[in-house]
C-alpha cells in the first residue's frame, strides 16, 4: 500500500483508516451481493438498511429523539445557507451571529432572500472572538438564529450554544459535527456538510426538529422543500448513496470502536492541547489567531513572524509527512485541522516538528 501521510487538511478531510479499508473491500462487490456499493440502487433493501442504520446511529450518538428528523441531502452546507431561509423567513427576519466566514457568508446568502440581521459580528476583530453574554441582542420576535459553532476558516469554536429562548436556534456545525456530545433539544435545526468530520463530500445531514418542519413553507420547489424531502424519507430523487454508505460506517467506528462522543471528545482535547501548547510555549514564535476562550479543538489557526518563515514551515512539514497544513487564502497563516478521525500521533509529530521548527 502507498504510505499515508498525516492529511491536516480542513475538508475533504481524513477519515479513519479502518472505515476506508472497508469501503475497499466492498468496491467490488458488496458480501453477499455481488454489486459494488458504488453500483447498487438507492431503492435496494441494502440502502434501505444502509439508511436506517445510519440514522439509528446519528440517533445514538447525538441522542436524538423522535421529535427530531434526520435528512441526507445535497448541495453541502452552502445549499443550506439558502434553503433555511427560503422554508423559515417567510416574511419575519432573522437573526445571524457572526464570529467567522463561514456565518458572514450563510448571513450573505440569506440577506437575497429576505430580512436578516446580524446579532453580532466580530469582522471588527477579525474574527478572532466570541461574542460574550451581554454582546447579543437577540430579536425575541426573529424566525431563527444562525450560529456556526465551529469557524472552520478562523479557527473559532463556541463552547456551548447561545440561548435563543423560544426563537429556533439553527446551527452550521460543518466542521464540528459529532465531535462532540451536544445538547440536541436547545436546537431547531442542525446540518453539516460530512467531508469534514462525518465522511466524505457529496451528502449533508439536516437534524430538524418537528415543530420547526411544522412552520416550513409547503409552496417550494419539491427539492428546495424540507418538508418534501421529510416526508419522502431522503429519497425525493437519487440520494448518494455511496457518500451515505461511508457516513455510516464513520458513526459505526464512532459507537463501536470510539466509544460515543465523550470519548470523541475528550480524544480531541487532548489532541488540541497538544498544539496549543506548542503555541503558547513558543515564547511568540507562533502566535494563535483566535482569543485563547474562543480556540477551536478542531481547526487550530497560527501565524509565524512572516510569510517565508510560514513557507518554509510547510515546505519542512511536508517532509516529514505532515500534509495541507496551508492556512486559508483569506487569512494566511498555518491551519492544522484536527478532526475525530486525526490520529493522535500525527498530532504528536505535529508538535514535535514545531517546537524543533521554532528553536
Ligand atoms: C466547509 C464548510 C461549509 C461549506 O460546505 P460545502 O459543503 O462546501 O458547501 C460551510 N460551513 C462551514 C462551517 C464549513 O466548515
Not at 210 to 229: A, E, I, Y
Amino acid at each position: 500500500m502507498q504510505t499515508r501521510v498525516y492529511n491536516f487538511s480542513p475538508g475533504p478531510a481524513v477519515l479513519p483508516l479502518e472505515v476506508l479499508q472497508e469501503a475497499q473491500r466492498d468496491l467490488l462487490a458488496l458480501p453477499g451481493l455481488g454489486i459494488s456499493a458504488l453500483e447498487i440502487s438507492h431503492r435496494s433493501k441494502w440502502f434501505d438498511g444502509v439508511l436506517a442504520e445510519t440514522e439509528a446511529n446519528l440517533r445514538r450518538l447525538l441522542g436524538a429523539g423522535e421529535n427530531f428528523r434526520i435528512l441526507f441531502l445535497q448541495g453541502g452546507s452552502r445549499l443550506q445557507f439558502s434553503m433555511i431561509p427560503m422554508n423559515l423567513l417567510r416574511d419575519r427576519r432573522a437573526d445571524y451571529i457572526i464570529t467567522g466566514s463561514w456565518g458572514q457568508m450563510a448571513c450573505e446568502e440569506a440577506a437575497r432572500l429576505g430580512a436578516v440581521r446580524a446579532a453580532y459580528s466580530s469582522k471588527a476583530y477579525n474574527f478572532d472572538r466570541l461574542p460574550r453574554a451581554d454582546e447579543l441582542e437577540l430579536d425575541p420576535q426573529a424566525a431563527y438564529v444562525h450560529f456556526t459553532s465551529n469557524e472552520t476558516i478562523q479557527g473559532v469554536q463556541f463552547a456551548a450554544e447561545p440561548d435563543t429562548g423560544s426563537v429556533p436556534l439553527v446551527c452550521d456545525a460543518s466542521s464540528d459535527f459529532l465531535s462532540r456530545p451536544i445538547n440536541l433539544e436547545r436546537y431547531g435545526i442542525v446540518y453539516a456538510c460530512a467531508q469534514k468530520n462525518a465522511g466524505p463530500a457529496g451528502v449533508t445531514v439536516v437534524l430538524i426538529r418537528d415543530d420547526v418542519l411544522d412552520l416550513c413553507r409547503d409552496d417550494l420547489p419539491s427539492m428546495l422543500s424540507f418538508k418534501q424531502h421529510a416526508r419522502e424519507g431522503s429519497r425525493l430523487n437519487t440520494p448518494p448513496v455511496f457518500a451515505v454508505y461511508l457516513v455510516m460506517l464513520v458513526t459505526r467506528w464512532l459507537l463501536n470502536s470510539v466509544g460515543g462522543l465523550e470519548r470523541m471528545h475528550a480524544q480531541n482535547q487532548a489532541k488540541a492541547r497538544l498544539l496549543y501548547e506548542a503555541i503558547d510555549a513558543s515564547g511568540g514564535f507562533y502566535r494563535g489567531h483566535a482569543l485563547p476562550e474562543a480556540r477551536s479543538v478542531m481547526n487550530v489557526t497560527f501565524r509565524l513572524p512572516d510569510a517565508e518563515t510560514e513557507a518554509r514551515f510547510l515546505q519542512q512539514a511536508a517532509t516529514r509527512r505532515l500534509c495541507e497544513l496551508k492556512g486559508h487564502r483569506s487569512v494566511g497563516g498555518i491551519r492544522a485541522s484536527i478532526y475525530n478521525a486525526m490520529p493522535v500521533e500525527g498530532v504528536q509529530a505535529l508538535a514535535e516538528f514545531m517546537r524543533e521548527f521554532a528553536s
